[in-house]
């Protein structure tokens, strides 16, 4: 099975995961320009997240309502993990419509989702939350960084589903809404740092100027 053949990966151990990016923002604050497709050392955010998602994740995917953006970024990739992109089922209501697609079509019950526009993802720091989560039998596992807890770059179980769906349907969008209500672990500085590992992974790129900082240039 596809899933079994993908284990052999990430520090020999790749997992049965399904890597999420969520790309279906409408990136006002890039004036329109897709956030996905910024580039930064020689590579867009969206293939370096393939990449570092596929290190880990048996499967995919990739949420968004313009398709046609980003096959060209998805077919060059050369992982073993299968890719998919998928629209969300309720467009224009956020991050939360995101979570609701991919839970639905994963093929795994454990879910590592992140936004397109964190170029500093991390499967060592995925790989902790999810062995965090596990280890409490939690539903979700996200980073809390100078006082913020960050709900992407989290991970999440399938069973998170109803609860994105009975917020969707009061019209209660927060990301912040799921974390009260499941299950949570919480990994902060002094967790992650006895693992080695960076809290750069939850930076994001919101704007011209963040991305001038990044690069030197504008988008």
Not at 130 to 155: F, Y
Not at 174 to 181: A, N, P, Q, V
Not at 199 to 209: A, K, Y
Request: overall charge neutral; hydrophobic content about 40%.
């Amino acid at each position: 099975m596809e899933g079994l053949k993908a284990m052999e990966w990430y520090g020999g151990q790749r997992q049965a995961m399904t890597g999420v990016i969520l790309a279906g923002g409408q990136n006002r604050r890039m004036g329109g320009q897709s956030k996905a497709l910024l580039m930064y050392k020689g590579a867009t955010f969206l293939a370096r997240q393939l990449d570092e998602l596929g290190s880990l994740c048996a499967e995919l995917l990739v949420v968004t309502q313009e398709p046609e953006r980003y096959e060209a970024v998805v077919y060059a990739f050369s992982g073993k993990s299968p890719v998919r992109i998928i629209p969300d089922l309720q467009p224009g209501r956020g991050p939360l419509a995101g979570f609701q697609a991919a839970m639905r079509a994963a093929s795994y019950e454990e879910l590592w989702i992140a936004g397109c526009d964190m170029p500093w993802v991390d499967a060592k720091a995925a790989k902790a939350l999810s062995e965090l989560r596990t280890g409490a039998g939690a539903d979700a596992a996200v980073a809390k960084i100078d006082g913020r807890v960050h709900p992407l770059h989290g991970v999440y179980l399938k069973s998170c589903l109803p609860e994105v769906e009975r917020l969707l349907a009061e019209n209660d969008l927060r990301l912040m809404g799921l974390l009260e209500s499941v299950a949570l672990q919480i990994a902060d500085e002094s967790f992650l740092e006895r693992r080695g590992i960076s809290t750069e992974f939850v930076r994001n790129i919101n704007n011209p100027d963040d991305y001038e900082r990044l690069t030197g240039k504008r988008p």
